[in-house]
C-alpha cells in the first residue's frame, strides 16, 4: 500500500512511498480532483445485488452544495468528538453519541480514491482483530463524488465500495458532509479514535504517517 504524508501532498506529490503493510491516512488530498487521481486498476463492475440491504428507491443522493474545504482543523485529542447520526448502507441509522462505552474508530474516506482502496484490507484486518473487543468501526463518506470519479455521490457507491472490498463493518453516508466539516478533514482517508468517554483519543497526524502497528496499539491502550 501507498501512504502519503500531508506535507507531501502540498509540496510534493510523488515524494513518499512507504512500505507495503503501512496504513494509509492522507493519500488523496481533499482539495485534488478525482479526475486527476488514478483508480486501482482493473476494479470490475461490481453485483450490488448480493451484499445490498438497501431498497432501489431509499438511494440517497449527495446535497447539491455540499463541498469540502482544505482550510478546516482537525478535532484536537482529548476534545469531545462531534456528535453525528448519520444512515448506513446496512438500513439502520448510526448515532455516534450511542456508542459511549466502547471505543470508535472513525475512517472517512472517498469512494474514488486508490489509496482508500488499496487501505481497505488492512482496514478489514484491523476490524477482525478488535471486533470482539469493544471497538466500533465506522466509515463515512467525505466527498462530493462518486466512485466513477464525476458523479454525484449516492449510497450506492458505498454498496459499490462495500461489495468490491468486502467492507465488514458499517458506512454511513453524509448527504451534506457537515462530519467532514466537524471533524476537519484534510485528506483521504482519514481516521480518528474516539475513546469509551467520547473524546478524540486519535487524530490524525500532520507530522507523520502512522503505520497500522500504530492504529493497533492506540487500540489496545484505549481497550484496557
Not at 458506512?171 to 467520547?198: E, H, N, Q, R
Not at 507530522?207 to 502497528?213: A, G, K, R
Request: aromatic letters at 8%; a negative charge.
Amino acid at each position: 500500500m501507498t501512504k502519503i504524508a500531508l506535507s507531501a501532498l502540498k509540496h510534493a506529490p510523488a515524494a513518499l512511498l512507504a512500505p507495503a503493510l503501512a496504513l494509509v491516512l492522507f493519500g488523496c488530498s481533499v482539495g485534488q480532483s478525482p479526475a486527476t487521481s488514478t483508480p486501482v486498476a482493473a476494479v470490475p463492475t461490481p453485483t450490488f445485488v448480493a451484499m445490498s440491504t438497501q431498497p432501489p428507491g431509499d438511494v440517497i443522493q449527495i446535497d447539491p452544495g455540499a463541498s469540502v474545504h482544505a482550510g478546516t482543523q482537525p478535532v484536537p485529542e482529548g476534545q469531545a468528538a462531534p456528535d453525528f447520526s448519520l444512515p448506513g448502507i446496512d438500513g439502520k441509522t448510526h448515532t455516534l453519541s450511542e456508542m459511549k462505552g466502547k471505543v470508535v474508530l472513525l475512517e472517512f474516506i472517498a469512494t474514488w480514491c486508490p489509496h482508500c482502496q488499496d487501505e481497505a484490507p488492512a482496514m478489514n484486518d484491523l476490524y477482525n482483530a478488535y471486533n470482539g473487543k469493544g471497538v466500533e468501526f465506522i466509515d463515512i463518506n467525505a466527498t462530493p463524488y462518486g466512485h466513477d470519479h464525476t458523479s454525484p455521490a449516492t449510497t450506492n457507491d458505498l454498496i459499490w465500495f462495500r461489495n468490491q472490498f468486502r467492507v465488514p463493518f458499517p458506512m454511513l453516508f453524509d448527504k451534506t458532509l457537515k462530519s467532514t466539516a466537524d471533524y476537519g478533514i484534510l485528506g483521504y482517508p482519514s481516521i480518528y479514535i474516539i475513546d469509551k468517554s467520547g473524546k478524540v483519543a486519535y487524530q490524525p497526524p500532520t507530522d507523520h504517517v502512522p503505520s497500522s502497528d500504530e492504529i493497533a496499539a492506540t487500540l489496545d491502550g484505549l481497550i484496557k
